[in-house]
């Protein structure tokens, strides 16, 4: 069996994907290359994929949704191809847990360079988000449910959660009072190179602040430190 790393390449357009999947197969990897989600689900459940690139624009399902079921069901590493417009897109993308974006057009030797460094990410042991310690985490009224993946409000009120927002959620109710910088939430959230997107994090605290806090302007839950990042100024009780 070859010990290259086997990538599925995902794009509906052939005059892309077909030397793409050259270049990448000459640069020492394994390419499986498909034109649709309905394929690419399908080599998904019947091979050992180590990093899926993927075009957000595809007939059918979208990369977008595609990204999504990656994401629930697996750690695979997921690169978006997009182009310049679909900036909303790239940081939806983001959200749901996609390590990095390339620009249409792009340089094939740029594409190469972003998955070699996921690979050394994953080689120097980063990893996702650690598996939760216990079924709930109780703080300022609310309660995350790791199980159900949502917030519980004092009324009991169900609150969900976006991948995303899950994962910064846990993030900070596993460290209670402790900052972290945009770098280690994006260590801890993604596991992964993500450096180019520190904005992505400040997106989504502010979502949650607009979930959680009484006046997102004035956080007091999931604070700002200035110079430092973020931290969630609440006692934690696991339950």
């Not at 050259?22 to 394994?30: D, I, M, P, T, V």
């Not at 070699?116 to 996702?128: L, P, Q, S, W, Y």
């Not at 994090?201 to 302007?217: A, F, G, T």
Request: proline letters at 5%.
């Amino acid at each position: 069996m070859s010990d290259k790393p086997h990538l599925l390449l995902v794009d509906d357009e052939r005059s892309i994907r077909e030397p793409l999947a050259q270049y990448l197969s000459k640069n020492g990897f394994r390419v499986t290359a498909v034109d649709g989600a309905a394929q690419a689900r399908v080599r998904l459940a019947g091979n050992a994929i180590d990093l899926v690139i993927l075009d957000i624009m595809m007939p059918g399902e979208d990369g977008l949704s595609l990204c999504r079921h990656i994401r629930e069901t697996s750690d695979i590493p997921v690169i978006l191809l997009t182009a310049k417009s679909e900036e909303t897109d790239r940081i939806v993308g983001l959200e749901m847990g996609a390590d990095d974006y390339v620009l249409k057009p792009f340089s094939p030797r740029e594409l190469v360079a972003r998955i070699k460094v996921i690979f050394r990410r994953v080689a120097t042991g980063g990893i996702r988000q650690r598996a939760p310690d216990a079924a709930g985490y109780a703080f300022a009224g609310w309660t995350l449910k790791t199980g159900e993946r949502t917030l519980v409000d004092s009324d009991g009120v169900v609150l969900p959660l976006s991948t995303a927002e899950y994962n910064l959620m846990l993030a900070f109710a596993t460290r209670p009072n402790q900052v972290l910088s945009r770098d280690q939430l994006l260590d801890i959230t993604q596991g992964r190179e993500a450096n180019a997107f520190d904005r992505a994090i400040d997106n989504q605290i502010s979502r949650l602040r607009r979930k959680v806090e009484e006046d997102p302007k004035n956080p007091r839950l999931i604070k700002t430190v200035w110079g430092g990042g973020y931290t969630l100024a609440a006692e934690v009780k696991a339950t």
